[in-house]
């Protein structure tokens, strides 16, 4: 993907970080556009003084404050392609106050495209998510199950954007990707269960009290090889809509190996006290067995299984609040 | 349904007058919300001197205003069931602009959800299309089938509405019903192929100029029919979310069926020419096999067939043209 200019939309968040490192180590240009309302701009600290990046402050759901903030940077006409990670990522939030995932999740998504549209951005790279499937019970997961039911307005919304999308290829927009994310894990983290444990540990060393009953089961994959998926299918897939699971390859680790692994970085000698149930929110599937058959069928497999990426995300979280 | 009060947003719209005369008829309250973008208040006509029979003009993708006309009915608090019929159905039209589909099919969506869980409303029954499907090519396409793809706006937006609605009920909803409309047909005829035909042939009596080759075939349900499997599955289906694809039995009728009916009742002497290419315009869909096996078990099957109810629709549609 040399010589490509990239619009990252949300990209002061978590795995922006890693997209924008790798972008620019290629030679490309890269304009980030986040509102900032959960993306931190300290996580762009190590790019600022590129000449191939442009930092600028925008709500993605403001289309005309989208274009001002393109067209304020040095060559608006070189960008052909659009990375969407802006998203409201509080699950528990929007199902508290729907119109945070209507307006963050999808209006954000709604306003891109009108973007590609007028701007003829020929590439539209969406992150997507696992919770458009809903709970699917013991079936294998693919991208062409049905019947797709989201349990959470994230999930509802992330879904309504890759409808959006589809009907954009059948009438102008000439490619695009929609990547479904599992639970992504690394730094800098901002949110979800391994960062949730070490900053309980911080507060309280002795105890670790688990929303659920630690039986909950899900796949896990690191940042690194999430941000290498979505490079490798922008530059593999060749259909005009390309839809793929990434995950690792495996079925998942459970809460309780999570606890255990934040439990002997942070604090070994902590308890750990289990709730009931196999949920531990409303919105949160309980378990997920996610087939990465067609991502694997194009030549792509993750480095490091759910286990590896919580051994390691586990050790970077817990360096990133302080266990030194 | 007896004494159940009932609101019907989008109800100045063609299939409502037969769902009004029927809950009317039934002995319920009914209270129409229509912003009068494309419902006419000349339906409304029979219903207006019944005194279980309100009609409100507001937009219902503004909820406060929907609130304000709540309000304003003698017995706002008896309200226990939501049908929402409010949609763009102009579909070339959201194509050129998806902010209508945006703001009149979806955002409608989500404002009804959020005044069922201010109101407490229990029961949420929606329009929903086979729009949302897209094109599955040969395959018989059943309520759980996958991938959803939708070609239009229009689809993306109803399957964005079913999504939303789906997470409303794992969170708050008691029960909702999805509707998947055929092509439906009747009168009030406001767009569709059959009130084109009939007023092409209006104004050049001489010749009937199709878009495509004619060779499109799709199932066509006439509005009594659907109207009466919404009635009957929101009185009989048991589950919190229901979803049911509604439609005949049959695989429909071509293009070219209508377009030598609506010849034969109006203009027997013209001469059909027809396009090429079997898509009539961006978003349509040239053929599909509309599986309703899941509501014939629940014990309803259409009257009419599409051969029976095209005919009796271009009768309709006929006289309500001026075509004695």
Same mark, same amino acid.
């Given at each position: 993907? &040399? /010589?490509?200019?990239?619009?990252?939309?949300?990209?002061?968040?978590?795995?922006?970080?890693?997209?924008?490192?790798? =972008?620019?180590?290629?030679?490309? &240009?890269?304009?980030?556009?986040?509102?900032?309302?959960?993306?931190?701009? !300290?996580? =762009?600290?190590?790019? %600022?003084?590129?000449?191939?990046?442009?930092?600028? /402050? @925008?709500?993605?759901?403001? #289309? &005309?404050?989208?274009?001002?903030?393109?067209?304020?940077?040095?060559?608006? #006409?070189?960008?052909?392609?659009?990375?969407?990670?802006?998203?409201?990522?509080? %699950?528990?939030?929007?199902?508290?106050?729907?119109?945070?995932?209507?307006?963050?999740?999808?209006?954000?998504?709604?306003?891109?495209?009108?973007?590609?549209?007028?701007?003829?951005?020929?590439?539209?790279?969406?992150?997507?998510?696992?919770?458009?499937?809903?709970?699917?019970?013991?079936?294998?997961?693919?991208?062409?199950?049905?019947?797709?039911?989201?349990?959470?307005?994230?999930? @509802?919304?992330? +879904?309504?954007?890759?409808?959006?999308?589809? @009907? @954009?290829? #059948?009438?102008?927009?000439?490619?695009?990707?929609?990547?479904?994310?599992?639970?992504?894990?690394?730094?800098?983290?901002?949110?979800?269960?391994?960062?949730?444990?070490?900053?309980? +540990?911080?507060?309280?060393?002795?105890? =670790?009290?688990?929303?659920?009953?630690?039986?909950?089961?899900?796949?896990? =994959?690191?940042?690194?090889?999430?941000?290498?998926?979505? %490079?490798?299918?922008?530059?593999?897939?060749?259909?005009?809509?390309? /839809?793929?699971?990434?995950?690792?390859?495996?079925?998942?680790?459970?809460?309780?190996? %999570?606890?255990?692994? /934040?439990?002997?970085? !942070?604090?070994?000698?902590?308890?750990?006290?289990?709730?009931?149930?196999?949920?531990?929110?409303?919105?949160?599937?309980?378990?997920?067995?996610?087939?990465?058959?067609?991502?694997?069928?194009?030549?792509?497999?993750?480095?490091?299984?759910?286990?590896?990426?919580?051994?390691?995300?586990?050790?970077?979280?817990?360096?990133?609040?302080?266990?030194?």
């Amino acid at each position: 993907m &040399s /010589v490509d200019g990239h619009i990252i939309a949300g990209g002061a968040g978590f795995i922006a970080q890693t997209l924008i490192r790798r =972008l620019l180590l290629a030679g490309d &240009s890269v304009l980030v556009i986040d509102n900032l309302s959960r993306g931190q701009e !300290v996580f =762009l600290k190590d790019f %600022i003084n590129s000449d191939r990046f442009d930092f600028k /402050v @925008a709500d993605c759901s403001d #289309e &005309s404050a989208v274009e001002v903030a393109i067209k304020s940077v040095r060559s608006p #006409e070189t960008f052909n392609r659009i990375w969407h990670l802006a998203a409201n990522s509080d %699950i528990p939030a929007g199902i508290a106050n729907p119109g945070i995932d209507l307006k963050d999740t999808f209006l954000t998504t709604f306003a891109l495209l009108k973007l590609a549209k007028a701007r003829n951005i020929a590439n539209f790279h969406f992150a997507s998510s696992s919770a458009i499937y809903g709970d699917l019970g013991d079936r294998a997961v693919d991208e062409d199950i049905g019947p797709l039911r989201p349990i959470s307005n994230y999930g @509802a919304m992330k +879904l309504a954007s890759e409808a959006q999308i589809r @009907a @954009a290829v #059948e009438s102008f927009l000439p490619r695009a990707d929609i990547f479904r994310f599992p639970n992504v894990i690394g730094v800098p983290a901002t949110h979800g269960v391994i960062v949730d444990f070490v900053r309980k +540990l911080k507060s309280t060393p002795d105890q =670790l009290v688990v929303l659920g009953n630690g039986t909950q089961r899900k796949p896990y =994959l690191h940042a690194d090889d999430l941000v290498d998926a979505m %490079i490798f299918i922008a530059n593999t897939a060749r259909d005009p809509f390309n /839809v793929f699971n990434i995950g690792p390859r495996d079925q998942g680790v459970t809460v309780q190996f %999570i606890a255990e692994a /934040v439990r002997d970085r !942070v604090a070994p000698h902590c308890e750990i006290v289990y709730g009931e149930g196999d949920r531990g929110w409303v919105g949160d599937v309980p378990r997920f067995k996610y087939s990465t058959d067609r991502i694997a069928a194009l030549g792509w497999t993750p480095r490091l299984g759910s286990r590896e990426a919580v051994v390691r995300a586990v050790d970077e979280v817990a360096r990133q609040e302080g266990f030194g």
